[in-house]
């Protein structure tokens, strides 16, 4: 009998997710949410309180924690030109980013990312290592800091750290300790299916299903290379524009967030896709909870593959400047496929002082990408006016950017007074 790698001990009960009595009886009366954030999950007991917990926090000095964390490169993930500034922001973006008006579902004020299904998303590749680069500063901090305010505060310190100044961030999210059981995320059994299993008409953004705002199950936002992949920049404008109306954001946000968080970090596409390994929730035991393990023999740093789009945005992806709109409406732009297969956007005959150092290689120098949503930016006739207008007045652009920033990661917060912390702006916005 073979019994190579398999468990010697007999199991008489269910140890895997196969067959549930959901499946058995799928019209019977589904009472698992009344048994959501049950008690016995929490790690703090019943007299827990964050708002009190929060009173002892060294706010200054886990901003000073998490600036020093921005460039202290982990050999076993390095960080991209020797700063994570791009990844904590992604980490953040995301967490805030599943946030939908429709029924409120969704962001970033519980700590979910950590937590199937989000935290094995296609969209949230390699994030696992943000959240795991952050323990240690988790730790240090204890029960006085919830993931969920790390999470967004790390985005914000990134992004000062490399130059922008921020419009405020408050405390106040309160973590979640197993997967919500009240989010309806879509109803297909598979990733990345065709995003015609949401929409009666994929041309008519508009017929997305409600309460949904991702294109497709497993993406935050839209697909980066158009939709259903297909490169399509004036298409896909339509679909940005009901996607981020549906999170609440009108035309100049989207512009001003598309180009701000463009603006700093890169995308990964430098390998073959085919062997990656599964996401955390799919993955072996022996990965110790990480996810999408490259199994090539550069597997990360410059190797890394993540969405498969290969290339920064900008000539100098570690700091705050604006080389995005320069360099897009500097070039013509062609369509170019990564080292991965994924399609993405690339100048024609840059010049070589508008490349991209390779980020362990200072002798190499790389093409500047867009995505479809880049392009559209500049092919969308309204979100070509307002990219006109940020371009012209930098100033104006970073004001709309630091509100809209703003706004995405705090939004799904509620009223002001739920906001904590010496940085809640003293404005009074009106969203």
């Given at each position: 009998m073979e019994s190579t790698g398999k468990c010697p001990v007999v199991h008489g009960g269910a140890t895997t997710a196969k067959t549930s009595n959901s499946q058995w009886w799928p019209n019977a009366l589904n009472i698992d949410i009344l048994h959501q954030n049950d008690a016995q999950t929490h790690p703090f007991g019943p007299d827990f309180n964050y708002r009190e917990e929060l009173k002892k926090l060294d706010v200054e000095g886990l901003k000073r924690?998490?600036?020093?964390l921005m460039t202290e490169s982990q050999s076993w993930w390095p960080a991209d030109w020797g700063h994570y500034g791009g990844l904590m922001i992604r980490m953040a973006w995301h967490s805030a980013g599943t946030?939908?008006?429709?029924?409120?579902?969704?962001?970033?004020?519980?700590?979910?990312?950590?937590?199937?299904?989000?935290?094995?998303?296609?969209?949230?590749?390699?994030?696992?290592?943000?959240?795991?680069l952050l323990w240690p500063i988790k730790k240090k901090y204890g029960k006085s800091l919830s993931w969920a305010d790390l999470f967004i505060l790390a985005g914000n310190m990134a992004y000062e750290s490399m130059g922008f100044t921020?419009?405020?961030?408050?405390?106040?999210?309160?973590d979640i300790w197993a997967p919500e059981k009240d989010i309806y995320w879509g109803s297909e059994t598979e990733w990345l299916p065709p995003s015609d299993t949401r929409y009666e008409n994929v041309n008519d953004a508009s017929t997305l299903e409600t309460p949904l705002a991702a294109v497709q199950m497993g993406l935050i936002y839209v697909n980066p290379e158009g939709v259903n992949g297909v490169p399509n920049p004036l298409l896909t404008a339509q679909h940005i524009r009901e996607t981020f109306a549906r999170m609440a954001m009108d035309d100049?946000?989207?512009v001003a967030l598309t180009a701000g968080g463009?603006?700093?970090?890169?995308?990964?596409g430098n390998g073959d896709a085919s062997i990656i390994g599964p996401a955390p929730e799919g993955a072996d035991v022996e990965t110790q909870g990480f996810g999408w393990m490259n199994p090539g023999p550069q597997s990360n740093g410059a190797g890394t593959v993540t969405s498969g789009i290969e290339g920064a945005w900008t000539t100098n992806p570690i700091a705050w400047d604006h080389g995005y709109f320069d360099l897009l409406f500097k070039y013509e732009w062609e369509l170019k496929k990564s080292p991965a297969g994924a399609q993405q956007w690339e100048p024609v005959?840059?010049?070589e002082i508008d490349k991209t150092v390779d980020v362990e290689n200072p002798g190499l120098r790389h093409n500047p990408i867009m995505t479809d949503a880049d392009m559209a930016m500049i092919m969308d006739p309204n979100y070509r006016k307002i990219s006109e207008r940020f371009h012209k007045d930098p100033a104006y652009f970073e004001n709309v950017f630091a509100r809209a920033w703003f706004k995405l990661t705090h939004r799904d917060m509620g009223p002001k007074v739920r906001y904590i912390g010496p940085d809640v702006p003293q404005e009074e916005l009106i969203w």
């Open positions: 924690d998490l600036v020093s946030y939908r008006i429709s029924d409120g579902r969704g962001g970033a004020g519980t700590g979910n990312q950590r937590f199937a299904p989000l935290n094995s998303w296609p969209d949230n590749a390699n994030l696992d290592k943000a959240r795991r921020t419009f405020g961030f408050a405390f106040g999210r309160e100049e946000e989207t463009h603006t700093v970090g890169k995308a990964h005959n840059a010049a």
